[in-house]
């Protein structure tokens, strides 16, 4: 009995013993695979956040591209996120295609990698800048005033307030943005009222030139508007010099003023009809000039009557520039029977009022043009800019200013847009000669190897 008694002993701390070093192997096996599900579990996060902190990049360099172009990285820049946490990333420009340095003008690449904890992923997109088309077809800043019977065909609102008198009609949605308030606005189906609680940021006119005078002459410059009123070794950084009558005959401005004695120069356009012979000449019997495409500086505006000028838009962008900036005295006034656009395509002319003068839309024939009047701030920290409408005419383009007053008559305004910032339509961009506005995505993204 003792040694069976021992034998069986002996094999139940033997059996314990298996026991234990089964219980072992297992726990050590669960510990091991605890120990590698949290090991791929950490990296598997560190791969999410290292893609979330590339995209971040890519934001971040928008921003500051969209703030001021010309500070855009074409060397890489490093950014820990947040500060010494070890998390960061790297971040440069070049043009596209091709590479290299991005010189400001076209559109570009951004290459981002994001990094946590040695582990890199790097993306790269397209980005390009956009214009002001594609907002609003009216807009007033500070305040909006709309009466008569007017047709507003696309988006309008304010950041301030609005007041409607008479019956237009709405055809589009309408944002109160902002803090906006006044009277009740009711848009046509399926035009809708929108409350917004952030105001609509735009650019003023001096920065809109600013940042032509790099795009076509490569100024750094932060005079505004005025800059077109400036030139080098004797040569204008405008195009009034090639302002001729229809018979090609140079047209001289002087003091940067178009009115009555300007028209004295230009002969009188004695063609009944446009170059089809059947449609009627609209400017037949007027003393016309012609601007073709380029940047026109003006600090008096005055196109009426027996007057008119030929847009000849059809191979490039007419930009027509009223300043000076901040400067007054009496309001630049257009007659729409006095102008006649040859491409009828309001994203070919561009009116920029930049001065503190009113600037009066007026007459019954169509314009095809984009009217902005947005500037400042000046001395005494305010921005400005006034457009008044007058009359019967058609208006083919957007409507953007501080204050805008739309008074009598049923004149219509055509701007197939739904509100809000961001990009305008689908296009390529700006087209050439539209300053830009804001550098956002092309639609093209990838993730790359680092490069």
């Given at each position: 009995?003792?040694?069976?008694?021992?034998?069986?002993?002996?094999?139940?701390?033997?059996?314990?013993?298996?026991?234990?070093?089964?219980?072992?192997?297992?726990?050590?096996?669960?510990?091991?695979?605890?120990?590698?599900?949290m090991s791929l579990s950490n990296?598997?996060?560190?791969?999410?956040?290292?893609?979330?902190?590339?995209?971040?990049?890519?934001?971040?360099?928008?921003?500051?591209?969209?703030?001021?172009?010309?500070?855009?990285d074409n060397s890489p820049v490093?950014?820990?996120?947040?500060?010494?946490?070890?998390?960061?990333?790297?971040?440069?420009?070049?043009?596209?295609?091709?590479?290299?340095?991005?010189?400001?003008?076209?559109?570009?690449?951004?290459?981002?990698?994001?990094?946590?904890?040695?582990?890199?992923?790097?993306?790269?997109?397209?980005?390009?800048?956009?214009?002001?088309?594609?907002?609003?077809?009216?807009?007033?800043?500070?305040?909006?005033?709309?009466?008569?019977?007017?047709?507003?065909?696309?988006?309008?609102?304010?950041?301030?307030?609005?007041?409607?008198?008479?019956?237009?009609?709405?055809?589009?949605?309408?944002?109160?943005?902002?803090?906006?308030?006044?009277?009740?606005?009711?848009?046509?189906?399926?035009?809708?009222?929108?409350?917004?609680?952030?105001?609509?940021?735009?650019?003023?006119?001096?920065?809109?030139?600013?940042?032509?005078?790099?795009?076509?002459?490569?100024?750094?410059?932060?005079?505004?508007?005025?800059?077109?009123?400036?030139?080098?070794?004797?040569?204008?950084?405008?195009?009034?010099?090639?302002?001729?009558?229809?018979?090609?005959?140079?047209?001289?401005?002087?003091?940067?003023?178009?009115?009555?004695?300007?028209?004295?120069?230009?002969?009188?356009?004695?063609?009944?009809?446009?170059?089809?012979?059947?449609?009627?000449?609209?400017?037949?019997?007027?003393?016309?000039?012609?601007?073709?495409?380029?940047?026109?500086?003006?600090?008096?505006?005055?196109?009426?009557?027996?007057?008119?000028?030929?847009?000849?838009?059809?191979?490039?962008?007419?930009?027509?520039?009223?300043?000076?900036?901040?400067?007054?005295?009496?309001?630049?006034?257009?007659?729409?029977?006095?102008?006649?656009?040859?491409?009828?395509?309001?994203?070919?002319?561009?009116?920029?009022?930049?001065?503190?003068?009113?600037?009066?839309?007026?007459?019954?024939?169509?314009?095809?043009?984009?009217?902005?009047?947005?500037?400042?701030?000046?001395?005494?920290?305010?921005?400005?800019?006034?457009?008044?409408?007058?009359?019967?005419?058609?208006?083919?383009?957007?409507?953007?200013?501080?204050?805008?007053?739309?008074?009598?008559?049923?004149?219509?305004?055509?701007?197939?847009?739904?509100?809000?910032?961001?990009?305008?339509?689908?296009?390529?961009?700006?087209?050439?000669?539209e300053p830009i506005l804001f550098?956002?995505?092309?639609?093209?993204?990838?993730?790359?190897?680092?490069?």
């Amino acid at each position: 009995m003792g040694h069976t008694d021992r034998r069986r002993g002996g094999m139940a701390l033997v059996l314990a013993l298996v026991a234990i070093l089964i219980i072992s192997i297992l726990l050590a096996g669960s510990l091991l695979l605890s120990v590698s599900h949290m090991s791929l579990s950490n990296l598997n996060n560190n791969y999410a956040n290292a893609l979330n902190l590339a995209e971040a990049g890519v934001n971040w360099e928008l921003w500051k591209i969209s703030t001021d172009f010309l500070s855009a990285d074409n060397s890489p820049v490093t950014v820990e996120v947040p500060p010494d946490s070890g998390r960061s990333f790297e971040v440069h420009v070049e043009a596209y295609p091709g590479g290299g340095a991005w010189d400001g003008l076209g559109p570009f690449w951004i290459i981002s990698t994001g990094t946590v904890s040695g582990v890199s992923r790097t993306v790269r997109v397209v980005a390009r800048g956009y214009g002001l088309a594609g907002l609003y077809a009216l807009f007033g800043i500070d305040s909006l005033n709309v009466g008569g019977n007017a047709t507003i065909n696309g988006a309008s609102g304010t950041n301030g307030t609005v007041q409607i008198a008479g019956s237009p009609d709405i055809n589009g949605n309408f944002l109160y943005c902002g803090t906006a308030t006044g009277d009740t606005v009711i848009p046509t189906p399926p035009g809708e009222v929108i409350h917004t609680p952030l105001a609509e940021s735009f650019p003023t006119v001096n920065e809109l030139a600013n940042l032509r005078a790099w795009e076509k002459y490569g100024v750094q410059t932060y005079l505004g508007i005025d800059f077109f009123s400036t030139s080098e070794g004797g040569v204008p950084y405008n195009d009034n010099a090639s302002i001729v009558d229809t018979a090609g005959t140079p047209i001289s401005i002087t003091a940067y003023r178009i009115g009555p004695q300007t028209f004295l120069q230009a002969d009188t356009d004695d063609n009944p009809y446009l170059e089809d012979g059947i449609t009627p000449n609209p400017l037949y019997g007027k003393r016309v000039i012609v601007l073709g495409p380029g940047d026109y500086y003006f600090e008096s505006f005055d196109v009426q009557g027996s007057n008119g000028i030929k847009i000849d838009d059809s191979e490039g962008i007419v930009n027509i520039w009223l300043g000076p900036s901040g400067g007054s005295g009496s309001a630049d006034i257009i007659n729409g029977n006095c102008l006649f656009f040859t491409s009828q395509d309001p994203s070919h002319c561009n009116i920029y009022q930049g001065s503190k003068r009113s600037i009066t839309l007026t007459g019954t024939m169509d314009m095809y043009a984009n009217v902005y009047a947005y500037n400042g701030p000046d001395g005494s920290g305010d921005y400005y800019g006034l457009i008044d409408i007058i009359g019967d005419g058609n208006i083919w383009g957007s409507v953007i200013g501080y204050d805008v007053r739309k008074a009598t008559g049923s004149a219509t305004i055509n701007f197939p847009s739904s509100g809000g910032t961001g990009p305008g339509g689908t296009g390529p961009g700006p087209a050439p000669g539209e300053p830009i506005l804001f550098y956002g995505f092309d639609r093209s993204w990838e993730e790359v190897d680092a490069l």
